[in-house]
């Protein structure tokens, strides 16, 4: 049996916690629409929840904050962030009120060492790229939550090896997620394919996939793929999954679930070291739609 500890959020409350060596997952999120809906990729995130042993944090990188700097949200009470532009008022009247973890951000800039990681007090929270998939996956809220951003300014081997550096925080019951898309070109979409996608971004996929379920850290080496051009025409939704690389090493990757969006979006999902058949789930269709007013490339998606 699991050891198991508590882990105090405030002095009100406690939860309890397994002390196991946490998963690792990558999460393709697609559009923040799929917050409000249920189709089989969210069935999976919700099955995925459901496999983990309760963390003691959540630990996210997200596509969606990518920024100057390496930081660590470390604010006892990060706020909802709707970082999109144009979508219906119900999906800004989502809020994420999971706690914060100070003493996790902490530990992340520790394990980071030598490299600098700061300590964002008041700054970020939780955005899009992090509470779409949570929502589904831990629907509760009370798993505290710190998101770790995306350098802008760093090469590949950089974030595959602050990958690598994370690895501790498993066993110290820290879920840790990649959030984001091994394909995503939104000046590509195609509102008339719903459930596939273009040869490009399968082949991309395809070349992805083979590395995760093989050598995981080689993945960085995508770049040289004659299709990355059209699959990662901006780095920020590709990079988290170097995050997961980094991590896994060459511990090979599970497919949770595959398939793609609009043509150039890719809704691939991965788990490490969890056993989880996402096959079980009841729900199918294909990933959120945007809604038809929505300008793809001014929107933040």
């Known amino acids: 049996m699991a050891a198991r500890r508590n882990v105090g959020l405030d002095s009100n409350r406690e939860m309890t916690v397994d002390k196991t060596r946490m998963p690792v997952a990558f999460l393709g999120h697609g ?48 706020r ?87 690895s501790p925080l498993r066993d110290e019951g820290v879920l840790i997620l990649g959030s984001g898309n091994i394909v995503h070109n939104l000046r590509a979409v195609d509102y008339r394919k719903p459930d596939s996608g273009y040869d490009w971004a399968l082949r991309f996929d395809e070349a992805a996939r083979e590395l995760l379920e093989g050598s995981p850290s080689e993945v960085a080496a995508l770049d040289a793929h004659p299709d990355f051009a059209q699959a990662v025409p901006t780095p920020d939704h590709f990079l988290p999954l170097l995050y997961a690389a980094g991590l896994a090493d060459d511990e090979p990757f599970d497919l949770l679930v595959d398939g793609h969006a609009a043509g150039s979006i890719s809704m691939a999902a991965y788990t490490l070291g969890l056993d989880c058949d996402a096959t079980v789930g009841s729900a199918a269709g294909p990933a959120a739609a945007l809604p038809d007013d929505v300008p793809t490339t001014e929107s933040n998606l």
């Not at 530990?107 to 007090?121: E, N, T």
């Not at 970020?124 to 770790?148: E, K, M, N, R, Y």
């Open 31 to 78: 559009n923040p629409m799929n917050a409000l809906q249920t189709n089989r990729y969210t069935e999976a995130w919700r099955i995925f929840g459901a496999s983990v042993p309760r963390p003691r944090a959540i630990l996210v990188i997200s596509a969606h904050w990518y920024t100057n700097a390496t930081a660590v949200t470390a604010m006892p009470r990060p």
């Open 80 to 166: 909802t962030i709707h970082d999109f532009y144009g979508f219906p008022q119900e999906l800004f009247d989502v809020q994420y009120p999971a706690p914060g973890a100070p003493e996790v951000a902490e530990l992340v800039a520790d394990v980071c060492k030598p490299r600098w990681v700061g300590q964002d007090i008041d700054s970020w929270g939780i955005d899009h790229g992090t509470w779409s998939v949570l929502l589904h996956a831990f629907p509760d809220a009370s798993i505290p939550v710190v998101q770790l951003s995306l350098n802008a300014f760093k090469d590949f081997d950089h974030h595959l090896e602050l990958g690598r550096k994370l």
